[in-house]
């Protein structure tokens, strides 16, 4: 059974870090695109950062672009994401997902594009606050 399992999420300052992982199981991820969306409550489901297969791409949301790495190691199954300089507004579930293709990377910041998308993991909270 193919699975994605996104942890690393916590309580953190303002200006503080994180790093999140997401770990496939059930398949290998070397040929897919990670991409890592993140959800605040009331608001609708939206892309953060991605990751083509080759690890040749890299796209980000304009409101994390510089304070977001996403970065993937296909021997350990999994992929990462260090968030630095976090703020008040970063704070939601954070979740990873996976497609074959690079248009997971290029549509990543088109509203809604999660729905595209079919393999999910459970989803990690974020919260920052002081």
């Known amino acids: 059974q193919m699975r994605l399992v996104d942890s690393g999420g916590d309580l953190v300052q303002p200006g503080g870090s994180l790093r999140l992982s997401c770990t496939a199981s059930?398949?290998?991820?070397?040929?897919?695109?990670i991409d890592w969306f993140r959800q605040a409550p009331g608001k609708e489901r939206e892309g953060v950062a991605c990751?083509?297969?080759?690890?040749?791409?890299?796209k980000y949301a304009d409101s994390v672009n510089g304070r977001f790495t996403i970065s993937r190691d296909n021997a350990k199954n999994t992929a990462y994401l260090q968030m630095n300089s976090l703020k008040p507004e970063d704070s939601g579930d954070y979740y990873c997902?996976?497609?074959?293709?690079?248009?997971?990377?290029?549509?990543?910041?088109?509203?809604?594009?999660?729905?595209?998308?079919?393999?999910w993991g459970k989803g990690t909270p974020i919260t920052v606050s002081s």
């Open positions: 059930g398949f290998t991820m070397d040929n897919y695109a």
């Open positions: 997902t996976a497609a074959i293709g690079d248009w997971a990377c290029r549509q990543l910041t088109l509203k809604g594009v999660h729905r595209y998308f079919e393999l």
């Open positions: 990751i083509t297969a080759s690890g040749g791409m890299t």
